[in-house]
């Protein structure tokens, strides 16, 4: 895969009760990786806990439904919250360094990678400004919207 998107679940976690208790939840984390719509297909690749953990929505092996333009060439990586104003757990965050060194070592993901926020991508709010902020000192990092 050539590119890497960062995204955040607020749209999903938010209406539900359990994420005010527990946003790292597996039910929480199972809703993440799939589509917040009827069909309830997995969406994204992958799914990052605030406690760290890391869940499998489609996984390496099949193309997400996570960037429309983008889903051929990229993994798309969610954090569970809503990273708009403040950052995620350093946890989380190292959970999903470690998602990606592990596609790179597998090479399922290019060493030469693109690293981008889902707003870089499509029209949103999502990564979030707080951690699209962030991810912009990673290696790999693009800056700007990014054309597929």
Known sequence: MDTIIISL???ICRP??????SPSS?????????QPFADRRKVKS???????GAYEGRGWEVIGIHAP???NVS????????WRYELPPQIQ????KALIATGLKRGIISPHYKLIGHSQATTTECPGTALLDHIATWPH?????IDF
Request: glycine share 12%.
């Open 93 to 96: 965050l190292e959970t999903t």
């Open 75 to 82: 993994i798309g990586i969610c954090l569970i919250g809503d």
């Open 26 to 34: 597996l039910l929480v984390a199972s809703l993440c990786c799939q």
């Open 16 to 21: 539900l009760p359990l994420c005010a208790t």
């Open 141 to 145: 990092y693009v800056p700007g919207k």
């Open 46 to 52: 992958f799914c990052v806990g605030s406690e760290g």
């Open 9 to 11: 679940s607020q749209s």
């Open 69 to 71: 333009q983008a889903n």
